[in-house]
Nanobody
Framework: QVQLVESGGGLVQSGGSLRLSCAAS????????MSWYCQAPGKERELVAT????????NYADSVKGRFAISRDNAKNTVYLQMNSLKPEDTAVYYC?????????????WGQGTQVTVSS
């Protein structure tokens, strides 16, 4: 079965850095794009960054451009999110995501999330 396990969250001061990791299993990791989402209290889950299957293409939310970097290691079935120059408004639960084809349609898979808290 598909499993996504995030790690690396924590409490950091404004301006600090964190590196999130997501270990994937249960599907052919190197074949699919991977994404990171975040959800702050009282807000909807929103897309932070996406990386293509081979890692050659990335896309970011405007709010994190120039500060966050998504990357992947297909040999380790792991996707990363390097978060620099963190701001209090980055505080959220961060989720790893993959969208996979099914026999009919597609399905989103999510990890359990990792909490990132940025203090001012």
């Amino acid at each position: 079965q598909v499993q996504l396990v995030e790690s690396g969250g924590g409490l950091v001061q404004s301006g600090g850095s964190l590196r999130l990791s997501c270990a994937a299993s249960g599907f052919r990791f190197s074949t699919y794009a991977m994404s990171w989402y975040c959800q702050a209290p009282g807000k909807e889950r929103e897309l932070v960054a996406t990386i293509t299957s081979a890692g050659g293409g990335t896309n970011y939310a405007d709010s994190v451009k120039g500060r966050f970097a998504i990357s992947r290691d297909n040999a380790k079935n792991t996707v990363y999110l390097q978060m620099n120059s963190l701001k209090p408004e980055d505080t959220a639960v961060y989720y790893c995501n993959v969208n996979l084809p099914l026999r009919l349609g597609r399905r989103d898979y999510w990890g359990q999330g990792t909490q990132v808290t940025v203090s001012s």
